[in-house]
């Protein structure tokens, strides 16, 4: 799970029409207080459109079902 962001961003490299998408890919599991994967940024150092895309992906996770992992004890 932690690797996603690193993998989308490889996935999409070589697109020049989505480098700056490419970069809120990657960013978007950074935490303002630095907590966050996969390089620790923190604050402004996170792109704006990251920052903006995980408050989205947040509001996503508390309002639609996803589903349970095989194997959980849910």
Same mark, same amino acid.
């Given at each position: 799970?932690?690797?996603?962001?690193?993998?989308? +961003?490889?996935?999409?490299? =070589?697109?020049?029409?989505?480098?700056?998408?490419?970069? &809120?890919? *990657?960013?978007?599991?950074? +935490?303002?207080?630095?907590? =966050?994967?996969?390089?620790?940024?923190?604050?402004?150092? &996170?792109? *704006?459109?990251?920052?903006?895309?995980?408050?989205?992906?947040?509001?996503?996770?508390?309002?639609?079902?996803?589903?349970?992992?095989?194997?959980?004890?849910?």
């Amino acid at each position: 799970m932690r690797r996603h962001p690193d993998l989308g +961003h490889k996935m999409l490299a =070589g697109i020049h029409f989505l480098e700056k998408p490419r970069e &809120i890919v *990657l960013s978007h599991q950074e +935490h303002y207080d630095g907590t =966050g994967y996969p390089r620790e940024l923190r604050g402004e150092q &996170i792109p *704006l459109g990251a920052r903006v895309f995980a408050v989205a992906d947040t509001f996503d996770a508390m309002t639609s079902k996803r589903p349970v992992p095989t194997g959980s004890f849910l």
